[in-house]
């Protein structure tokens, strides 16, 4: 006699293997952050670049997989909160400091690397306080891992150490431009409303299978142009908005002739 799907019962095992799967995830965030401060360390910037790319994607999924499973808590949302302080904060933060600013900018190169660990950390801080206020299809103010993709995007690009003070300032700008928009109130998409089961979603699908051959045979740069888009799109968005109101407001009041 077949059992029903909703009479069946998940054995007690699988349920607790399934339940602590996001904090695996989580873990593995926080260990490709951490081993991406070591290679840091080490001076070897074109392998701390990609640890901090696998701890992105790891984070992508730990929040999936928790929502798929029905096992998200307040637990695993503090954990993954934790975790991207180092692996997006820290981890990134000493990452252009080292490969940047250590030569050419010392002092003040120290100052806009710890602004970016702030700053990050205030963004992480207002997310989880409004994460069930706010609109889901956007984030306010570029999300942390966006932040940490950008500045390894640009190092996986150009792994050599930065010895030209002009240089130098152009990447402490672009970093504390970085930090600025984390905190800003700009709008991201963020995506979690995506479904490949929609009418076009052959299109999705062929898209996203460019996108990856690409990234496959012109990794560095298909990488930069990804986070780059993606981190400029805010305030593009916001300009296009502006734009969008002046073009909407309605005519000026003419008063009326007294007859």
Known sequence: ????????????????????????????????????????????????????????????????IARMTGTTSEFGGELDSLADVISFGVAPAVLVFSWGFDEALRRPGWVIAFLFVTCGALRLARFNVQRNVIDSRYFIGLPIPAGAAQIAAVVYAAPDRIAD????IAVAVATFCLALLMVSTLRYRSFKSFDLRSRRSYIYVVLIAAVIALIITH?????????????????????????????????????????
């Open 1 to 64: 006699m077949r059992v029903p799907l909703k009479d069946r019962r998940v054995p007690k095992g699988l349920r607790r293997g399934v339940s602590i799967l996001p904090a695996l995830f989580t873990t593995g965030n926080l260990f490709f952050g951490f081993w991406a401060i070591i290679k840091t360390l080490h001076g070897q910037y074109e392998h701390a670049a990609p640890m901090i790319g696998i701890a992105i994607v790891l984070d992508l999924l730990d929040g999936r």
């Open 165 to 168: 003070r002009t240089v130098a």
């Open 219 to 259: 990794s560095q740069w298909m990488l930069l142009a990804i986070a780059t888009f993606y981190t400029v799109s805010g305030p593009f968005m916001q300009i296009v908005s502006l734009f969008r109101r002046r073009g909407d407001s309605p005519p000026p009041m003419v008063p009326h002739e007294a007859h």
